[in-house]
């Protein structure tokens, strides 16, 4: 049994390029993940089939293999039980029923035309450190990104995939009038503007520039982690989770957000075994924010581009 809307969930919030990269992901990682159970069986290892089989669990149920995440509930429930009887019997069914979930992640990526580029893209490597975006305050120059930039390098010359077509000018498409009194409202809920005052008062003649820069930076490659994030739930990887949690945490923080970097925390310390719940609630709280906070920036951007 599927749940389709899983996959059509995550293609709508993140669209076609995150759902191939999950889909990738998943068809990569689950032949190792088998394997692991298969191994936990035959060595009669109770605690490492649970380990394995919570895992695999979590990434299938979250891709909508329910029954896939209840044969893999079964070996879980087993290993909780300090036992591996009846493991070996049930594995087959775990087999075929991947592979059987494997053709239908091929055909609705075929059927979708998600193999298919939708625009030229430049990845955004995923060495890129968010702790140095305030760097940038005190040198104006930036770094290329490469795939082994260290920690303390970030570059303003980033292109990603949804963004390249909408990066040429963000201030071209950010019309005054659409931004009512309610968007005023949202600005001062989700935006410490103090942060960016204060970053003018002390970057001299061309501090509009600056901070325009820093913002259309932001609107840029926000995104990127939040996808990062979504993908790393969706593969079940609390160390992917942590690391671009904390990214988008302290790069947020950085530009004034409020309520971004204590998401961002708590997605941060999330242990595995909440991922599938709790992770999920949270990354779409996170999510609303992040559209308010983009929305505030854009607000803000005027003023500094029309100053």
Do not use: W
């Not at 995923?126 to 760097?135: G, H, L, Q, R």
């Not at 963000?170 to 204060?198: G, K, P, R, W």
């Not at 501090?207 to 820069?213: F, L, P, R, V, Y």
């Amino acid at each position: 049994m599927l749940d389709i809307t899983m996959l059509e969930s995550i293609r709508n919030m993140g669209g076609d390029e995150l759902l191939r990269e999950i889909i990738e992901d998943y068809l990569n990682y689950t032949p190792g993940r088998l394997a692991a159970i298969r191994e936990a069986i035959t060595t009669n290892d109770p605690k490492a089939l649970r380990s394995a089989a919570h895992t695999m669990r979590s990434s299938s149920g979250n891709l909508g293999a329910v029954t896939m995440g209840n044969i893999c509930h079964q070996l879980e429930n087993l290993g909780r039980a300090n036992t591996t009887i009846g493991a070996a019997e049930i594995f087959p069914t775990l087999e075929n029923e991947y592979e059987e979930f494997k053709r239908y992640l091929i055909n609705f990526k075929s059927r979708n035309n998600i193999d298919l580029p939708t625009a030229e893209v430049t990845s955004v490597t995923e060495d890129i450190s968010a702790n140095t975006f305030s760097n940038s305050v005190d040198t104006f120059e930036t770094a290329s990104v490469t795939e082994d930039s260290s920690a303390d390098t970030f570059s303003n010359s980033i292109n990603h995939s949804v963004e390249t077509s909408e990066a040429a000018s963000v201030t071209e498409n950010i019309s005054a009038d659409t931004f009512s009194n309610s968007i005023n409202h949202i600005q001062y809920s989700v935006l410490d503007l103090t942060v960016l005052d204060s970053i003018r008062q002390s970057s001299g003649t061309n501090a509009n520039d600056i901070i325009a820069k820093m913002i259309e930076d932001y609107l840029k490659n926000s995104a990127h982690y939040m996808e990062q994030i979504l993908n790393a739930i969706a593969i079940n990887s609390t160390k992917k989770l942590k690391q671009y949690a904390q990214r988008l945490g302290v790069y947020s923080s950085n530009i004034g957000a409020i309520n971004i970097p204590i998401l961002c925390d708590k997605l941060a310390d999330l242990p595995g075994s909440e991922l599938i719940t709790e992770g999920m609630d949270l990354v779409l709280e996170l999510d609303s924010e992040h559209e308010k906070v983009i929305i505030a920036l854009k607000q803000e951007l005027l003023s500094y581009v029309k100053s």
